[in-house]
């Protein structure tokens, strides 16, 4: 029985580095941003239930008024609603926005923790966005995991969660630190074009011969998420589509052809 080859990290990057390029993956909320820990940290709030190029659109034109901790923790939540209102949940998050700069400036002098606990006691802040911060902000190791990540990560067979934060978990005790930095962004950018929610594209995929899920389905065998399986002819199917074909063949006179 045919069985994923051993997992290979230097490999399996490498080769997603062939498929989508070898440039810098991160999304421009994240990328232009880099170098400001506290924009890292709103834009990944912003991006919370929101699409990527929203996001961006929404991050530039907030940063272009309120560019830091004090004038943002000054705003009033109504100034910031139209510049963030192609997010998700627009209102929740004017409000929260100020408070979260205001939590910064009482509690960390202005500046953005590098630490995943005190970052995680920020209004607002998840684990995700307090990953990001670490590795986006600061460049440091840190494991975000979206559903992206957490959807890969289960289909490759490297953890077996039901949830992002099991799998932050089981990857950080599995993946070696040198490869956290890459992850997200390797995996996020997998997961928007072939290894998708919904039917990834196994037979196109160049790490495959890795993958518990896509040599399974190679070898007609179980996958490991029941939602990967192909869809099974139902019972209901296989006993009428022959009475459906008889039907068709009978014609209108009612006799076989
Ligand atoms: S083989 Fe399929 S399931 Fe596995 S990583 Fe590639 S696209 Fe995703």
């Not at 923790?73 to 929740?92: D, H």
């Not at 869809?231 to 199917?237: D, G, I, K, L, S």
């Amino acid at each position: 029985m045919r069985r994923a080859r051993a997992f290979d990290w230097p490999e399996v990057l490498d080769r997603l580095g062939r498929l989508y390029g070898r440039g810098d993956w991160r999304v421009p909320y994240l990328r232009d941003h880099a170098e400001d820990p506290f924009q890292v940290l709103i834009g990944t709030i912003l991006s919370q239930r929101t699409r990527d190029e929203a996001t961006d659109a929404a991050s530039a034109r907030l940063f272009a008024r309120f560019p830091d901790p004090g004038s943002l923790a000054r705003a009033p939540p109504k100034e910031i609603e139209p510049l963030i209102r192609a997010t998700g949940f627009y209102r929740t998050k004017a409000k929260r926005l100020p408070e979260v700069a205001r939590a910064v400036l009482d509690r960390f002098d202005g500046e953005v923790p590098n630490d995943l606990e005190a970052l995680l006691t920020l209004p607002g802040v998840g684990p995700k966005t307090a990953n990001c911060v670490i590795v986006f902000g600061y460049g440091e190791p840190g494991m975000p995991v979206d559903t992206h990540v957490h959807r890969i990560a289960n289909r490759l067979g490297l953890v077996r969660t039901t949830s992002p934060e099991e799998t932050e978990a089981a990857l950080r005790r599995t993946v070696p630190k040198e490869f956290w930095i890459p992850l997200n962004p390797v995996l996020v950018q997998h997961g928007q074009n072939l290894c998708r929610p919904i039917r990834p594209k196994c037979a196109e995929c160049p790490i495959a011969e890795f993958c518990a899920t896509g040599v399974a389905l190679s070898s007609g065998r179980a996958p490991p998420r029941d939602e990967d399986a192909p869809p099974r002819t139902t019972h209901r199917a296989r006993v009428h589509r022959p009475a459906m074909a008889l039907r068709r063949r009978r014609g209108r006179t009612g006799r076989v052809a």
